[in-house]
């Protein structure tokens, strides 16, 4: 297909446009068009992201619609473009990496950056082709919508485009493109980039467009001597820790923590090898590439501090002395745990009279800000339980919503016969058992009903997705993103998408290959 302005879109689908990033100019990025993706067809749609992005319904439907979020049409007023950064990847320095084969099509005036992934080589491809596999496009996407849907920071994902294009990964596989969203692609990486290439002017410029876009209050701040620069690292810190947070409490491994997959706004992006737990491994690596598994479940806080040295390193220039520069990371040693503490809270269903779950609901009945208070012997019984969850390999997700039930149904059976080990448990449910009575049992039951998930993406769900859609089949895509979207409700008639995975999950090895 040949694009030229004539294959804009047509005039009533206009969105607004405000090419902020772009107009930080050609220093971060390289203006080109998509390479069409051929004879496309749609696999998947977000109609709740449509929205968000002022996207007509009638109109998602069009073929239209279809050429344009599979990169052979361009939106008319969109700006496409790769951007250049950098990183760390798996502990050692990459040198440059960038958008090898996103394209972002530009912000919108509503504030949300609209990206085309594996829509063709870019100048930042090196020895990529450009595509993203359909297996891995159905993963992103899903759980983009399934993170949101838990009230997880996230890029969210308006839909994906199929092909019947080759892509050579291990085997044969078929191309397709995710459009997703998000208020800013800009990564640690990013940073590192104009830091290690010497080009202060760029990164000052990007630190202020990043702090007058996303961080206004780092200009007024008294703290940290009054330095935006410094106020900046100290507010990504704070917002990577409550992410680490919140991965740690549901589960979630992320599997490629590497400083260009890590967001500046604390989002989670670039879905790649991730995986929820099934059974409770502490160490479990979901990554078949990560041989020393440096992306570990238990290491994900760590590592993410780690990165957020890196990005410390890059602002140095910019914030002037290290002694600043350590200070504004300090506060990720303490919001980490208290954010923890306060999730694991909830989880059990303790909260702190005057705000209980009926006050603070928020997304799709997920507890919002949850910040019940700590007391003595909490961290202790958390501690003790996450070790016979681990002991007794139960199964993590199961676990709190067997325990979200009893709690309000006063029958501990079904959670108790999780364990080998009953005594041990019986003896940890003693000491639950006093702090429970402190609270009124229906709010911490509906609380923690809030706050435990009973859907999960498990690798095996995502991967009957994937085989179904092969062979072009929908559906179970589309209910899994269903029950996903909304993961505390209990969609009766759906009680398999939440059973114990089966034998042959065990099987699935899912590796960086995408
Ligand atoms: P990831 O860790 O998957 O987010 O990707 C690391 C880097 O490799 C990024 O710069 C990506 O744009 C690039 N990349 C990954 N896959 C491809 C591909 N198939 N073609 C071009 N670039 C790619
Ligand atoms: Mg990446």
């Not at 969105?15 to 930080?24: I, M, N, P, S, V």
């Not at 990169?71 to 990183?87: D, E, F, H, M």
């Not at 930042?124 to 993963?139: F, K, N, P, T």
Request: aromatic share 10%; with cysteine; hydrophobic share 40%.
């Amino acid at each position: 297909m040949n694009l030229t302005a004539e294959s804009d879109t047509s005039a009533d689908i206009r969105l607004a446009w405000d090419h902020r990033f772009a107009a930080l100019g050609p220093d971060f990025f390289t203006e080109l068009r998509p390479t069409p993706l051929p004879a496309p067809h749609w696999v998947g749609t977000s109609a709740e992201v449509a929205t968000l992005l002022g996207l007509n319904e009638a109109w998602m439907r069009t073929d239209e619609a279809l050429q344009a979020f599979a990169g052979n049409l361009l939106l008319t007023g969109s700006r496409p473009l790769a951007s250049v950064y950098s990183g760390h990847q798996f502990g050692v320095w990459a040198g440059q990496l960038g958008d090898g084969r996103a394209i972002l099509l530009g912000e919108t005036t509503s504030g949300w950056e609209i990206q085309l992934k594996g829509a063709g080589r870019t100048p930042y491809s090196r020895m990529g082709d450009g595509r993203a596999v359909l297996r891995s496009s159905v993963r992103e996407f899903l759980c983009s919508e399934a993170m949101h849907g838990l009230g997880i920071p996230t890029s969210r994902a308006l839909c994906i485009t199929g092909s019947p294009a080759h892509v050579r990964r291990e085997e044969i596989e078929t191309a397709a493109v995710v459009t997703r969203a998000a208020p800013s692609f800009v990564r640690f990486g990013h940073f590192e980039h104009f830091a290690a290439t010497g080009q202060e002017t760029q990164l000052r410029a990007l630190a202020d467009y990043v702090i007058d876009r996303f961080y206004p209050q780092c200009r007024s701040t008294t703290l940290l001597a009054g330095n935006p620069y410094a106020a900046l690292l100290q507010a990504v810190s704070e917002r990577t820790a409550r992410l680490m947070a919140q991965w740690q409490a549901v589960g979630f491994c992320h599997g490629v923590m590497n400083t260009d997959n890590m967001s500046i706004l604390g989002l989670t992006i670039d879905y790649g090898p991730f995986q929820f737990l099934d059974a409770f491994v502490p160490g479990h690596v979901c990554n078949h590439s990560d041989t020393q598994g440096r992306y570990a479940y238990n290491r994900q806080p760590n590592v993410a501090y780690w990165n957020l040295f890196c990005l410390a390193q890059a602002l140095l220039p910019l914030i002037g002395d290290q002694d600043t520069a350590k200070e504004a990371l300090e506060s990720y040693k303490t919001v980490f745990p208290t954010e923890f503490l306060a999730r694991m809270r909830a989880k059990l269903g303790l909260y702190e009279a005057g705000n209980h779950p009926s006050s603070e609901v928020g997304g799709h009945g997920v507890a919002a800000d949850v910040t019940a208070g700590a007391g003595a012997g909490d961290t202790e019984l958390i501690d003790t339980l996450l070790l016979l969850l681990a002991r007794n390999a139960v199964d993590y997700t199961i676990f709190w919503r067997r325990l979200s039930v009893a709690v309000g149904s006063g029958d501990f059976e079904p959670v108790c016969d999780l364990f080998a080990d009953r005594a041990g448990f019986d003896q940890w449910l003693l000491s639950y058992s006093e702090l429970l009575a402190l609270m009124d049992k229906a709010l911490s039951a509906d609380l923690m009903l809030k706050t435990n998930p009973k859907f999960i993406l498990r690798n095996h769900l995502g991967e009957q997705a994937i085989r179904a859609a092969k062979l072009g089949d929908f559906n179970e895509l589309q209910t899994l993103q269903r029950l996903l979207e909304r993961p505390f409700e209990e969609h009766p008639g759906h009680d398999a998408y939440a059973d114990f995975p089966p034998d042959w999950a065990s099987s699935i090895e899912i590796s960086c290959s995408s």
